[in-house]
């Protein structure tokens, strides 16, 4: 023991002859590293407040995609399109939730916990009434699928009326014309058959002479 304090004040005479300041003890050591260990820690929450916050304005930008969603949600694909949003919203309130708890965020969790907890509302409001599991309108009940619409056929006016019997005359003069034009084309190309006629006689005389020609005796 004489030795250690007899070195620790041999320690003391050299630092004060260098000019250096004493040097400090275990107690002041164990508060320094406490203070630095906090400063880390404070450091390392405020960026992960950064990242948390960042991820909470892309939820919050789903929420409002939601309330301008310019797509009919009924039914069929745009029902697909609007419940994959709310899909989405849970799984970013799922991971904001996670981020925190490791940063020890309480605020924050529990304000991610109720994004999940709204977004799993919204999922259940689309697709409760269209499995049965809710109360609907038996006259107008929701679908999952559109129903194939039928082009309906305009109501007749008086306009349309007067308009239907000029469409029925157009297309009988319509129809009399290509038969008048068809039946003149038949009568041209019968006129040009039997002015061709001789020629095509001559032709056949060149090509076989020996059928006209009169037979020896």
Known sequence: MADDSWKTQLKKIEREFDGLPPEPSAAFKKMQSEEERRAQERAQQRGAMFGVGARLILVFALFGALIIWPYDNACGWGLFGY?????????????????????????????????????????????????????????????????????????????????????????????????????????????????????????ARIAHPESHSPPNP
């Open 83 to 203: 419940v994959g949003v709310e899909a989405v919203i849970v799984a970013g309130g799922i991971w904001v939730a996670f981020t925190s708890w490791r940063a020890r965020l309480p605020k924050i969790h529990t304000f991610s916990l109720l994004v999940v907890l709204v977004g799993l509302m919204l999922i259940a409001a689309e697709v409760l009434p269209r499995t049965g599991y809710a109360s609907v309108d038996p006259k107008h009940p929701p679908q999952l699928w559109c129903a194939e619409t039928k082009a309906s056929q305009p109501p007749l006016t008086p306009e349309t009326k007067a308009a239907s019997p000029q469409t029925g005359i157009l297309e009988q003069r319509a129809r009399f014309a290509a038969q008048s034009m068809e039946s003149r084309w038949q009568e041209s190309s019968g006129d040009l058959v039997r002015q061709l006629a001789p020629q095509r006689a001559v032709l």
